[in-house]
């Protein structure tokens, strides 16, 4: 492979995600290309650039709107800081620069004001306003938790999961979308303890089809035994007595975890 | 319905403190400015407030939050070229216990990387320092991922031109005004 070809896969080979072949011819490579190597060792270098603490100030900010929207005077400050952008683009954008268009635009900022705080100041209906609310907490409480347990670190999609515990306690109906990131989660999770915390958090869904089915499936393609205990008091806890059966056959499994199987018997023990 | 609203406010101060920091490095590191760059993730998180339900769910997060990063970089910098103009804080902080060879060569790359062009910057920033995959960079920009992987190709070789141009080397008085957030 020539220079050209093999500088190809140096992006790749930055993020770590080529085969091994593909690895080896890079690296067999690098010590005969001056630049390549180069570009490679700016890569790793960049690494050395400090992470930049922002100001304290910022979090203040923050706060001051979150406290404007928790107390209701989102609305308008909204309505504020839009109309400052709108203003300072007008500025910028040289409009009122021109006489007669400044005026113009002058009268229509002043008549969507007026138009803009009458639809503020009417108060719609309470029940109305009150159904938007909840419906924006539940996108708010999906986009949080699903954006969670797409992280790379553990911990913090054990912070998901705690998360979506908590959430879930004052909801009426559970979030289909959440369920199915949890039951992906229990499948299909590296760590051990965000399966782990996946099965604790689907516990209380023992009424939902699709988790009973999930978590019965799960304990099949499980590797952990600690997942797989846990999974077969939970079955028992639901008394659910669709699994026996599954549960036999894990019994009678002679690659599964002795103990696991013990666990299985008393489950089945526990269910018949 | 307080009750409501201070469980939304709840879960935005969960983003923020996941995301302060990245949102401020990204911006910091486009601008060299520390005061705009907190404007800027201010003005990111009212934009994610503002329009959380454009959000959809299964779709990569942060591939949709640095969208909206980056509509706020260029609209603060539409409104305001014209008039504003600063200096762009060059130094990067010295790492305390690194030898006085690293913290030149560290200054020497934070110069190279200011004086990259925008589009070839930022790619580097949100593969090197944001930590995105090529898959989300490529959903950001809109283009396919080979596309992105060129470009990152590209950005190294002009990061080792700079690097090794002598204007790059600290104690030179580079002018560097005029050359970042255009």
Redesign the interface.
Known sequence: MNCEQI??L???Y??GSLSNDQRGLVEGHLPVCE?CR??VA??Q???????????P???A??KA??DA????R?EHR?LA?ERR?LF??FL?GGWLRVPATGLAWAILLLLVGFIAGRAVNTPSS?DQ??AK??S??T??????T???L?Q?SAS?RLQAIA?ATA?SMTEQHADP?VLAALLHTLRADKSVDVRLAAVDALARYHNQPEVRKGVIDALETQQSPLVQVALIDLMVEWKDKSAVQRLKKFEQDPTVNREVRERAQWGIQQLT | MSQVRSGVGEMLGVLFDRYQMPLFNFFYKLTANRTTSEDLVQEVFYRILKYRQSYRPGTPFRAWMYKIARNARVDHFRKRRPEVSWEPEIEPAVIPGDSAQQNQETQMLYRALLQMPEEKKEVLILSRFQGLKYEEIAQLLGCEVNTVKTKVHRALQELRELFHRPETRPGTGTKLEGMIGS
């Open positions: 500088a190809e140096i992006p790749d930055l993020q630049q180069e570009e700016l890569w270098k960049l690494a050395l650039l400090p992470e930049e603490q922002p100001g100030a910022l979090r900010r923050f709107m979150l929207y928790q107390e209701g989102w909204q800081h952008n300072s683009g910028s309470s306003q009150m609310l909840q924006d907490l996108d708010m409480r999906r986009l949080v699903l954006s969670l797409q790379q913090e998360q959430w979308k």
